[in-house]
């Protein structure tokens, strides 16, 4: 009885050292972990966005957060937000997390030349993964 005792004890220790011992985290993780968060900005390059703003929009609408940021580090995409209200409708903001959509806010409220308007970039920044 009371090596049973000892042994129901030893595993009920070795148990929660297990659970105790690997940390889980339940908080929400950003989905865009898999980019290679390599910037690839050229400040040089200043030719016709025309293409690029079309698909900027396009992108908007149809791609998700992770997607959209993929596209625009890869200088797929280049434009910006002026209507908070319109954007909140978008694909890609739909398809962020909360705190996600908490950076995107504080992007578009921060003043770009004295007006608010969310950049590509920081909705780009918005997407990567904190880890």
Known sequence: MLNQTMLLLIGMVFTTV???DNPISYAEKRECKDLTKEV??????HD???ESEKEFK???EQD???EF???HDKEELKGEVKNWDEYKKSEVYQTSNKEQKDCQEEG???PDDG???????EIEYCGWDED
């Open 18 to 20: 297990a659970f105790i």
């Open 40 to 45: 690839k900005y050229n400040s040089e390059d």
């Open 48 to 50: 016709d966005n025309k």
């Open 58 to 60: 396009k992108s908007l």
């Open 64 to 66: 998700s957060l992770c």
């Open 69 to 71: 940021t993929e596209r």
């Open 108 to 110: 578009f409220k921060s």
């Open 115 to 121: 007006d608010k308007a969310l950049q590509g970039y």
